[in-house]
């Protein structure tokens, strides 16, 4: 029982991570339909730019975490930019054939300033965030992954629906040429969109490299789980992505607890596999997902 | 003069991909605080002539090959979409391209963009006070909404943008007469109230004409023929095969339609 609420723990809060960095594939994809096979590499810079200000630069880890946001929701406008901007208006699978590209260089540069070890953080999540609850230890990595997975979906949830800026990036991901015809930026909005999936990717790459230890290759192929993810999810909203996430991460800790370590890591795509065999377009996504 | 002139379009091409030539050589104006109306068949080219206006041929790739388009004396041909709505130019388009997955509210809310950061509380109650049926809608998905109440929602949603020249094409497509004729009532009062400058493409010559100072006919991309709104209502060839009232009565057969041409092209 215990083993099992563990497991559920470690799940969930797995889930959030995935969610979050789900968000910022879903959102590139809403507002220019741009698949972004980069993403797995997003999370890698995030949790390598966090390393660097932290025990390279050797930072206070609330600024180094501070410049991590401001320098990874940069890079994204640097990175829109330069390379997907002088794209807009090519064909699709031009564009997509860009982030693989992107995906492949980042990943080069990666290894080329960091290698191919596996780095860690200085230990600085404080005992206190480790929580009892009866005979169950929740660590205190996992709390983390748990607050900043719900502070940003929350953040972000609000943004999207309230703010001005979050409903012009709705209304370009809805009807493209409705919202070019009332004067929305449209380019303004797929350069924010990178940018904030630059930061969530982000954020959940430094919590899964707190977890797993930070290593380019495995940073990268953890990324790549947003397919899944959203497969499952749907692209529609925080919710299904949320819901999707949560799933493949419960997938992913019961099989690697009661079944197999080594299957832990396919179960996500066996159950994409089999999930678009029985419905082609997502177990709760809306048709959508038709244009991929 | 000059300065009661909005819009002046001298003598435009328009051609999509660089082959379809659309428009050949239309020329128009539309003067300050008055309703202009484009009457023209299927595929006479009148959207396009909006989308000239509106810079949002360029996602289509079409573009303006020769002519110039004048807004308040400044050149606009083939500028960008974002800077022309800054300018005040905004285009409401055919078919009403609602947001499907935003309310009503956030729909207007869009119309704002132009002006981001500005408050616009007062301008969404001037747009439930023209569209009351949409103060009910205000919370509901527009994907949910009537085509009536949609009509209205994009109508306000221009209006949302404070725009100097609205460009509606096609407002009365697929509406029942009773909303078209509510609608056609308020774009009068849209332009006597707020002294909106108004360009309005129709079908529906008839009520177009009813509300329009001045008006253009326009057939295979080229205008045909253009007078004050009255006189034009009182034209015979527009009673025949624009507003349905033939003195005859009688059903013309095509070769009638052909002579009809005809006589057009030397007018
Ligand atoms: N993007 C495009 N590429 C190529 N040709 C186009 C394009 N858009 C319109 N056309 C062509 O231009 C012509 C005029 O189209 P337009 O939409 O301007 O007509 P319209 O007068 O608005 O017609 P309707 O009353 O049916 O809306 C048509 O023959 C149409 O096929
Ligand atoms: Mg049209």
Known sequence: ?292 | MENHIRLLINNISVVYSDVIQVLKGVSLSVRKGQIVSLLGSNGAGKTTTLKAISGLLKPENGKVTEGSIEYDGKPVQNSSPEEITRMGIIQVLEGRQEFKYLTVEENLKVGTATRWGKPYQQDLKMVYDYFPALLARRKSLAGYCSGGELQMMVIGRGLMAHPKLLLLDEPSLGLAPLLVKEIFQIIRRINQEQGTTLMVVEQNANMALQIAHYGYVMENGKIVLESPAEELRDNPDVKEFYLGTAASGALKSYKDVKSYKRRKRWL
């Open chain 1, 1 to 292: 029982m215990e083993f099992f609420l563990q497991l559920l723990i470690n799940g969930v809060s797995l889930g959030f991570l995935y969610a979050l960095s789900a968000l910022g594939f879903v959102m590139i994809f809403k507002s220019s339909s741009v698949l972004n096979l980069a993403h797995g590499e997003l999370l890698a810079i995030g949790a390598f730019l966090f390393l660097l200000l932290s025990a390279w630069a050797g930072l206070p880890i609330v600024v180094a975490f501070v410049l991590t946001l401001v320098g990874t929701f940069s890079l994204g406008f640097v990175v829109e930019r330069l390379f997907l901007r002088p794209l807009i208006g090519e064909n699709l699978i031009e564009v997509i054939m860009m982030t693989l590209g992107l995906g492949i260089m980042f990943k080069g540069l990666l290894l080329f300033i960091f290698g191919g070890d596996i780095h860690s953080y200085p230990r600085f999540l404080p005992e206190s965030l480790t929580l009892q609850l009866g005979n169950v230890q929740i660590p205190s990595v996992n709390v983390a992954a748990f607050i900043v997975g719900i502070l940003f979906l929350i953040v972000f949830g609000f943004f999207f629906k309230y703010s001005n800026q979050g409903i012009y990036m709705r209304s370009v991901a809805d009807n493209q040429p409705a919202a070019l015809s009332l004067g929305v930026h449209v380019r303004r909005v797929f350069a924010l969109s990178w940018a904030i999936a630059f930061l969530v990717a982000a954020m959940s790459g430094i919590v899964l490299g707190i977890i797993n230890g930070i290593n380019v290759h495995e940073l990268s192929a953890i990324g790549l789980k947003v397919f899944p993810v959203v497969i499952l999810g749907g692209l529609d909203s925080i919710g299904g992505a949320i819901l999707g996430g949560v799933i493949i991460g419960l997938l992913e800790t019961f099989t690697g607890g009661y079944i197999s370590t080594s299957l832990r890591e396919v179960v996500p795509y066996i159950a994409l596999v089999i999930i678009l065999m029985v419905k082609p377009y997502g177990l709760f996504g809306l048709v959508e997902i038709e244009r991929v």
